[in-house]
Structure formats: C-alpha cells, structure tokens
C-alpha cells in the first residue's frame, strides 16, 4: 500500500509559479512510475505529466508542455510539479498517483494508477 500527500498548492495570478509536492510513505516510489493529474470543476480528471521509476522518461500533456516539468527523487520518496507561467485554465484540483512499473496500459488513464493523493487545490487568477 502506497499512501500519497500532495502539498504547495494555492492562489497565484496568471504567469506566476507554484511547485507542488507529493511525499509517499508505505512504499518505496522506486518501483513505480509517477503522474500528476488534474481535474477542475464539471470536468473529467485529465493527465497532466507522468515520470517513470528511473527519472528517465517524461510525458507531457501537450497544454503543460514548456510550462510544466516534473521530477522525482527516489531517495526522498518524493515527486515534484513545476508549474511556471500559469493560466486561468490550469485552474483544478492535482493529484499525485503511482502505478506498479509491471502495470501495463496507457500512462494517461486514470484506470491504469494503482494509489491516488487526496489533492491540492491551484487557482490562477486572471
């Protein structure tokens, strides 16, 4: 059992910067790959970007690409989202989950995750 906390989530104006986090406990993240999703009010959760267990490989959304970049590290357990020069429709709830690295399917399925964070909260303000 993976249990995931996001945190660094708030209210920042268009164009701004905001790093969020997500600190995992029960298990060690080495052995799964990482998302961020995000889901705003009325709308499905979408995939945002998503890390594999080494670090190695990234996917990007295309809306987040060359504004938003991931990371991870392993020894602290954690995974990070750069947001840089947000927008009013980055606005929504995000949401760190883990997948096993022998679960297969697309990476951008919210099916295909095994363990989900409860969320924080980023609004951009015009």
């Known amino acids: 059992q993976v249990q995931l906390v996001e945190s660094g989530g708030g209210l920042v104006q268009a164009g701004g910067s905001l790093r969020l986090s997500c600190a995992a406990s029960?298990?060690?993240?080495?052995?799964?790959?990482m998302g961020w999703f995000r889901q705003a009010p009325g709308k499905e959760r979408e995939f945002v970007t998503s890390?594999?267990?080494?670090?190695?490989?990234?996917y990007y959304a295309e809306f987040v690409k060359g504004r938003f970049t991931i990371s991870r590290d392993n020894a602290k357990n954690t995974v990070s989202l750069q947001m840089n020069s947000l927008k009013p429709e980055d606005t929504a709830v995000y949401y760190c989950a883990a997948r096993r690295i022998d679960r297969g399917g697309s990476v951008y399925s919210t099916g295909n995750y095994n363990y989900w964070g409860q969320g924080t909260q980023v609004t951009v303000s015009p």
């Open positions: 890390i594999s267990a080494s670090g190695g490989s990234t």
């Open positions: 029960g298990r060690t993240l080495s052995s799964y790959r």
